[in-house]
């Protein structure tokens, strides 16, 4: 059994930092995508950034040239650095891996939000809040 679980969400002011870290237990496989999703009250969840096996990215448009993906394999864990935080980044955020099945990390993106945890593994999520 796969278990997900990220940590390093809080309370930051606009213009700051975040790196959020999501820690895989159990063998996921090699042919997965991960990324990080996030959802707001009242907000339909949505793709923040993917990787793929390969290690290809993809962002949602909202956060290109803030936030960055990445993965250490060897420690079974997946980051997202986020900078120049604002106010509209706040919302509650999760990591998940789903298999690939020849799925781009661009895909991915749209797929595994609007699946969610119907569509692969899920952490409980963390929470970022943005101030001004």
């Known amino acids: 059994q796969v278990q997900l679980v990220e940590s390093g969400g809080g309370s930051v002011q606009a213009g700051g930092s975040l790196r959020l870290s999501c820690v895989a237990s159990?063998?996921?496989?090699?042919?997965?995508?991960m990324g990080w999703f996030r959802q707001a009250p009242g907000t339909k969840r949505e793709g923040v950034a993917t990787i793929d096996s390969g290690g290809d990215t993809s962002y949602a448009d909202s956060v290109k040239g803030r936030f960055t993906i990445s993965k250490d394999n060897a420690k079974n864990t997946l980051y997202l650095q986020m900078n120049n935080l604002k106010p509209e980044d706040t919302a509650m955020y999760y990591c998940?891996?789903?298999?690939?099945?020849?799925?781009?990390?661009?895909?991915?993106?749209?797929?595994?939000?609007?699946?969610?945890?119907?569509?692969?593994?899920w952490g409980q999520g963390t929470q970022v809040t943005v101030s001004l």
């Open positions: 998940a891996a789903g298999r690939s099945l020849g799925m781009t990390a661009k895909q991915a993106l749209t797929i595994m939000a609007a699946f969610g945890a119907d569509f692969g593994y």
């Open positions: 159990g063998d996921i496989g090699s042919n997965y995508c």
